[in-house]
């Protein structure tokens, strides 16, 4: 009897530049077993019926990219208690033709700082943005107590919802939760300063003032493959700065241990990626 590898795509709009493919099949050779991974470019509007065609042909799970993560949440049958709450699903198994849907970016952002030594436990914090993003990693930032989470975006009305959605889960956890004009009057420094907006692809502006940034502040970009308009702010202050591959790998990976109850090795996965000549920033 022929071995037919279990089929996974990563689905999104655009979706050319995602690297999930190649990390997938990086952890799955560490393993030894093969899988199919491929992306598929899927829009909106036609993600019901896409969805439904991944059921008929038998597909083993998705990944979720944007800017389908809260669609995926709408549409799954199932979800986890942290997709539930952060009202996002980035990892989707299909079980008994059935969509269970997780997220896995949180615990992605905090492996990877925590794999550069960026402890948030009380931390002053600043989190730049309030979409579905900045959204799908804020329970894992709470979780991990920073003292002070603040939170800013271009349009501060919608990081005043946010607060107001998250406002119950930081006080479970002890965190001071609150929004911050950054292009007010407040001088203070932050000890990280996390982007989760994408102004690195539709500006040459960084969303963050230089004041508010000093040379013990950790700058945390989510976008990766270029350096963004706030790391270049970053270095040139004599601050840290790092980009978002990390995560990626990380937030891969768990992804990979939800859908094969194994979990891989990411250290060494940057160097391969670069052996495979990938035209990223690493």
């Given at each position: 009897m022929s071995f037919i590898p279990k089929q996974f795509a990563v689905i999104g709009h655009p979706i050319n530049h995602s690297l999930s493919p190649n990390i997938h099949l990086l952890f799955a050779k560490e393993f030894d077993f093969p899988i199919g991974y491929e992306r598929v470019d899927i829009d909106r509007e036609s993600l019901l019926?896409?969805?439904?065609?991944?059921?008929?042909?038998?597909?083993?799970g998705l990944n979720v990219t944007l800017p389908l993560k809260h669609d995926a949440y709408l549409l799954c049958q199932e979800l986890s208690k942290k997709a539930q709450l952060c009202e996002s699903v980035n990892t989707i198994s299909i079980k008994n033709n059935q969509l269970h849907g997780d997220t896995t970016d949180g615990i992605g952002l905090i492996r990877d700082l925590a794999n550069k030594g960026i402890?948030?436990?009380q931390a002053r914090c600043l989190l730049v943005g309030a979409g579905g993003v900045a959204n799908g990693v804020m329970a894992d930032i709470i979780e991990c107590s920073?003292?002070?989470?603040?939170?800013?975006n271009r349009t501060i009305e919608k990081s005043i919802l946010m607060e107001s959605y998250w406002k119950n889960y930081a006080k479970k956890?002890?965190?001071?939760?609150?929004?911050?004009?950054?292009?007010?009057?407040?001088?203070?420094?932050?000890?990280?300063?996390?982007n989760a907006t994408s102004a690195g692809f539709s500006s040459e502006i960084s969303p963050i003032p230089d004041r508010i940034i000093n040379n013990e502040t950790y700058c945390y970009d989510m976008t990766y493959g270029m350096e963004t308009p706030f790391m270049k702010q970053a270095l040139k202050l004599n601050a840290r700065a790092c980009d978002g591959l990390g995560m990626?790998?990380?937030?891969a990976a768990e992804s990979f241990r939800i859908w094969h109850n194994l979990l891989p090795q990411t250290q060494n996965i940057k160097k391969e990626l670069q052996l495979l000549k990938l035209n990223i920033n690493i």
């Open positions: 019926r896409r969805l439904d065609e991944f059921k008929e042909k038998e597909y083993s402890n948030l436990n920073p003292s002070e989470l603040y939170l800013t956890h002890s965190v001071l939760l609150k929004v911050e004009e950054i292009q007010g009057e407040n001088l203070s420094y932050y000890d990280v300063i996390i990626l790998i990380e937030q």
